[in-house]
């Protein structure tokens, strides 16, 4: 069974940095990419930062130059290092994978709160 358990997020001021991990087990299968999603209160959730199985890396442009994406050879975790966080940086991190094995599937994570305070 694949589990994602993301950990790392917490209470940040303005400007700090945060490093989130989501670590990875139970994969079978070919996994596509990775990638970290964020859901601000009332708001829908929303891409943060991908990496795909060849590395290539994409951002939101708001986290551009700030954010960066990362993963183990092995795909047993994925991690965001968020810098110069901003207060509209505030939401329920999640972490997300693509895998095909039988079909393709998608698997998430709990999430992991991140909040910047002005």
């Known amino acids: 069974q694949v589990q994602l358990v993301e950990s790392g997020g917490g209470l940040v001021q303005t400007g700090g940095s945060l490093r989130l991990s989501c670590a990875a087990s139970?994969?079978?299968?070919?996994?596509?990419?990775m990638a970290w999603y964020r859901q601000a209160p009332g708001k829908q959730r929303e891409l943060v930062a991908r990496?795909?199985?060849?590395?290539?890396?994409t951002y939101a442009e708001s986290v551009k130059g700030r954010f960066t994406i990362s993963r183990e050879n092995a795909w047993n975790a994925v991690y965001l290092q968020m810098n110069s966080l901003k207060p509209e940086d505030t939401g329920v991190y999640y972490c997300?994978?693509?895998?095909?094995?039988?079909?393709?599937?998608?698997?998430w994570g709990q999430g992991t709160q991140v909040t910047v305070s002005s």
């Open positions: 997300n994978a693509g895998v095909t094995y039988l079909g393709d599937d998608i698997y």
């Open positions: 139970g994969m079978i299968g070919r996994i596509n990419g």
């Open positions: 990496i795909t199985r060849g590395g290539i890396t």
